[in-house]
């Protein structure tokens, strides 16, 4: 509405300039002197309007766009109050601060100041703050307590811990929008998870890092804990957060390389097993269906599952990678990580007997344990249970040597004796 | 009329150019300044005397824009920084952390084909050591390189930055007893000698040089310490601090009272300062003195406390909501039947198969008994953890 107006204004001046310069020229025998001032007043005021034009201009401030022009009017009326309240006297950055860290941020991003900056300016000051309280809450300190006492403290003092390390994150989410921590982000700084969570971009891989670091003190609660479901029960809250923040394909490909760093530490000759990049990570998949590593495996290198497989789940994984690798490589595999195995194999090579006679006897080994397993669960008197075990263990036994002709003093036999001798354990 | 029109109009027509001329001298002599920075900000960099209130008021009428503090130069984004007021711990704040994350990013950058071949890596040898010989290092003195280079620009490296709150490790609980003041003093002279510690350690020493020099300076330390407390406040620091009184602080589950512990600690105090000159370690002569000390009831007390097998039960039973008393009755249950079965293993008077059947049925009873007091949930747990005991005591 504004613009056209001017836009009109102009348009009708035009008319009037044309006719002053027509009237000029209608009259050529006025006096010189009269006409050669009006001209230089002319250009001179030209000049002058000109000169004050460009000085209005460049001495007016460009308007940076500013965060308040993207954000809410609640937002924009607590910023425009608090620019409102700044003496006038004070320096630009004094004009910012403000005790009210939610305020602090607010003027910082009204500023144009970069998310990040925002952050790394008032992350601290939110430590600090919560530091003081963290302070006031120390360990307890009666040195000479006895056990109960001194337990009793501790927990609460865990619990106060928490407690305020949740509204610590609580007010850091309100004033940073994410729940930032300093120590998930010095580890980010520090590149000290580089070599696990490298595969994520470096933005998603800070994020991760701040969550896990807020779930540590959880994590260290649980980890000698003998409750699954409270080991179960944090890492899925780990695992939820982690999942708004990371694509389903990017959360699986860090699940698997956490299990994978905890699978070849146990089993520290799978890399002689000859398997191909793809299959390694399909293999580490069945892995992640029978358990999930925790976070520390990928963040600190440390070993831990979230719980550890039965002998069933055990079971079901060598099934599933046998039919991933075919017979003749899943026995590769099996040397590589079966100790027991990769004696059985190199004592049938030396008798020049075929590499399949290992998995048959892989194979008996694997059935009389599980039936070992069924027969010490049944609700049977253990006088019956150790009958039918040494039974089962004879039984083995005739089969083994049936398949490999082994004798009773054979090293096939002697390789093979302590999983025969554990059968027949109730 | 016209002429003094245009004298006046030429005079105007002078200072405007002027003023132009100004302006633009001014963009030309301070290449580093903003654009739009407040002219005041640029007088605070020239002149220690302040600015005239009405000039301030001028300048600081606009708000700061962030756009005209950044730079791509770290030193032009803190000049215009400091220029516009902000405090130097924020300074450091913003450009420590703004550096740090640029080498990162780098690091991640470092890292990526590694991540793109993670799998076939994986594949043929083990990643973590693969990563630690070819990459640790490397990522390692990137992100170590804006060390030097924050120093030169804000005075002071990452590490000393981070170090400068650090503060002491001595807890608490070994100094309460002590007044405000002389806590204090403690805690920075442990701070002082922690940092001299922490240099002897990592100069590059022998391990005999290094081992004298920190026995040297612990000799000092103490001695300040006596300096600060008085005897009875050392005497009891160093009971506090002692390898007797953090053992006694791991006992588990036993409640004693200040004065057993107490006695307890100077008793292990006097076993430890007697050993050190000892080559063998004489535990029966310690029990004996303990149990003088503490009487028969309360040192089988104190036996099962300081029992790695009782943690383990006490553990699951608090963990599952037990009452903590299941724990010693089923660390006394164990006590007997492995005594109840060593005998039967024992006995020449029975031949092998009754002495099965014997341990058959204690194994038997003991695990009923464990399963009834701690329920079949924790006794699954604890049978996968602790519990092997009961399956040994039938193997004959």
């Known amino acids: ?426 | 009329m016209s002429s003094r029109l245009l004298t006046f109009s030429v005079c105007l027509n002078l200072v405007l150019l002027g003023a132009t001329g100004y302006w633009a001298a001014s963009i030309h002599s301070g290449g580093n300044i903003p654009l739009a920075l407040p002219a005041t900000n640029r007088q605070t960099e020239t002149s220690a005397v302040p600015a005239p209130a009405n000039v301030a008021i001028e300048a600081t009428a606009t708000p700061l824009r962030w756009n005209e503090l950044e730079s791509e130069d770290y030193a032009i984004y803190i000049t215009n920084l400091r220029k516009a007021g902000c405090p130097e711990p924020v300074l450091r704040r913003i450009i420590s952390a703004d550096l740090k994350e640029l080498y990162a990013r780098k690091a991640f950058a470092l890292v990526k084909e590694f991540h793109r071949d993670f799998w076939e890596i994986a594949a043929r040898e083990n990643v973590r050591y693969y990563y630690d010989t070819t990459l640790a290092q490397r990522v390692k003195a990137l992100c170590e390189e804006p060390d030097p280079l924050l120093k030169e620009l804000v005075g002071g490296s990452i590490a000393e930055l981070s170090r400068a709150s650090a503060g002491s490790s001595l807890v608490t609980h070994f100094i309460d007893f002590l007044s405000a003041a002389k806590q204090q003093q403690l805690r920075a002279l442990t701070e002082r000698y922690e940092v001299q510690q922490e240099a002897v350690r990592q100069a590059d020493l022998s391990p005999q040089e290094e081992k004298s020099r920190l026995a040297q300076l612990r000799l000092e330390m103490e001695s300040e310490q006596a300096q600060i407390l008085l005897p009875e406040e050392l005497a009891e620091y160093q009971l506090r601090r002692s390898t007797a009184a953090c053992e006694l602080r791991a006992l588990c589950g036993v409640d004693f009272s200040e004065t057993e512990l107490r006695n307890l600690t100077k008793t292990l105090n006097d076993y430890h300062h007697r050993i050190a000159s000892q080559a063998e370690p004489d535990t029966q002569t310690l029990d004996e003195k303990l149990e003088s000390v503490l009487g028969p009831a309360r040192f089988t007390d104190f036996s099962r406390a300081r029992s790695t097998g009782y943690r383990e039960i006490y553990e699951v039973v608090t963990d599952f909501g037990r009452p903590t008393e299941t724990a010693a009755e089923i660390f006394e249950m164990r006590l007997a039947s492995e005594k109840q079965s060593d005998q039967i293993r024992a006995d020449k008077n029975r031949p092998p198969e009754e002495k099965q059947a014997l341990l058959d049925e204690l194994e038997e009873q003991v695990e009923q008994g464990v399963r009834t007091r701690l329920g079949a949930e924790a006794y699954q747990s604890y049978k996968a953890r602790g519990g092997l005991w009961i399956n040994s005591l039938g193997r004959f």
């Open chain 1, 1 to 426: 509405m504004h613009l056209s107006e001017t836009n009109g204004r102009n348009r009708k001046a035009k008319p009037m300039e044309t006719s002053e310069l027509s009237r000029t020229r209608r009259r050529p025998n006025a006096a010189q002197p009269a006409r050669m001032t009006r001209l230089f007043l002319f250009l001179s005021l030209s000049l002058n309007l000109g000169l004050l034009l460009f000085l209005a201009l460049v001495t007016q401030r460009p308007e940076a766009v500013s965060a308040t022009q993207t954000r809410g009017p609640i937002l924009r009326t607590l910023e425009a109050k608090h620019f409102s309240a700044r003496p006038a006297h004070a320096s630009p950055w004094a004009q910012l601060e403000s005790d009210d860290l939610a305020v602090y941020a607010s003027n910082l991003r009204a500023s144009g100041c970069p998310s990040e900056t925002v952050r790394d300016i008032l992350l601290p000051l939110i430590d600090e703050k919560f530091g003081h309280l963290e302070a006031s809450v120390s360990e307890p300190t009666n040195f000479w307590a006895n056990f109960s006492q001194r337990r009793a403290a501790a927990s609460a003092w865990v619990e106060q811990g928490i407690a305020l390390r949740q509204q610590k994150d609580k007010a850091i989410k309100e004033i940073l929008g994410f729940e930032w921590s300093s120590e998930g982000l010095d580890q980010a700084r520090a590149s000290e998870a580089a070599g696990s969570v490298g595969c994520l971009d470096y933005d998603s891989a800070e994020k991760l890092l701040c969550i896990t670091d807020r779930f540590n003190a959880q994590f260290l609660r649980v980890a000698s804990s003998h409750r699954i479901d409270r080991r179960s029960a944090i890492y899925q809250k780990w695992h939820d957060e982690i999942s708004e923040i990371l694509s389903p394909a990017d959360l699986e490909e860090t699940e698997l390389r956490g299990m994978l760093m905890i699978f070849q530490r146990r089993n520290p000759n799978l890399c002689s097993a000859g398997l191909s990049g793809s299959e390694m990570r399909q293999l580490m998949t069945f892995r992640c269906e029978l358990s999930k590593a925790f976070p520390s495996a990928l963040i600190a290198g440390d070993n831990e599952l979230l719980q550890e497989p039965d002998s069933t789940g055990e079971r079901q994984f060598l099934v599933k990678a046998r039919g991933l690798l075919g017979d003749n490589r899943f026995i590769d595999y099996l040397k590589s990580c079966d100790a027991s195995f990769e004696k059985t194999l190199a004592a049938l090579e030396q008798e020049h007997a075929p590499r399949t006679l290992a998995l048959q006897l892989f194979d008996l080994r694997q059935e009389a344990t599980a039936r070992a397993q069924e027969i010490r669960d049944m609700p049977v008197r253990r006088a019956e249970k150790r009958t039918q075990l040494v039974a089962l263990r004879q039984s083995a036994l005739e089969q083994f040597t049936a398949f490999s002709n082994a004798g009773t003093d054979s090293p096939l036999l002697r390789i093979n004796e302590e999983w025969l001798h554990q059968i027949e354990i109730p």
